[in-house]
């Protein structure tokens, strides 16, 4: 038991890895973001190896890389496939399902990241490299908050409303995900 919990969470913090690289460059390419280059490199060193074969099948249509959204998928596939297989237990729609659950866990728990990465640059530095570019990454979720929540003594509360909206989605989908298990 104790080395079936050990290998589990190896498998699914490399999965929980490697998805999150694979949304973030779709994310990065969706808001047309050009990463600082040291995050770039990172990001595509570890993710060409999939995202290059599976553009050959999907290739980026409407301005999207569909195929990291699709590599990020199958990570979560395979990742969630291996717990199961693992456990004895393995039924095919089952781990489709947990697999789609599971991305949508990734995302908002990237979205929640770089949140709290742009309060932290906004209190020690505003002025980092970085900044700029997790700003730009955070914009088109934090806009549609920004036009309807106003500055309260010229503090931005959009941000603060944005991670309780996310969390709230968060505590759904460990709803949903709790009613399949």
């Known amino acids: ?16 890895i490697l998805g999150g690289l694979l949304l973030l460059r779709f994310w990065m390419q969706a808001v047309r973001m050009r990463p600082p280059s040291s995050i770039a490199n990172f990001v595509f060193h570890l993710t060409d190896w999939l995202v290059r074969p599976l553009r050959k099948i999907l290739p980026g249509i409407g301005g999207y890389d569909w195929a990291s959204l699709l590599g990020a998928f199958l990570i979560a596939i395979l990742g969630v496939a291996a717990g199961y297989w693992m456990a004895g ?29 742009e309060v932290i640059f ?6 980092a490299p970085m900044a700029p570019f997790i700003r730009g990454l955070n914009d088109p979720l934090l806009r549609p908050l920004r036009r309807i929540i106003p500055l309260v003594g ?11 909206l996310l969390q709230i989605a968060l505590q759904l989908v460990n709803a949903l995900f709790a009613s399949f298990l």
């Open 1 to 16: 038991m104790l080395f079936y919990s050990i290998l589990r969470l190896i498998v699914d913090t490399v999965a929980s």
């Open 89 to 117: 237990f393995f039924s095919v729609q089952f781990v489709i399902l947990l697999a789609l659950l599971h991305v949508v866990t990734w995302v908002i728990y990237g979205f929640m990241g770089l949140l709290i990465l």
């Open 154 to 164: 010229n503090i931005d509360l959009s941000t603060l409303v944005a991670f309780l």
């Open 122 to 127: 906004s209190w020690v530095n505003p002025y």
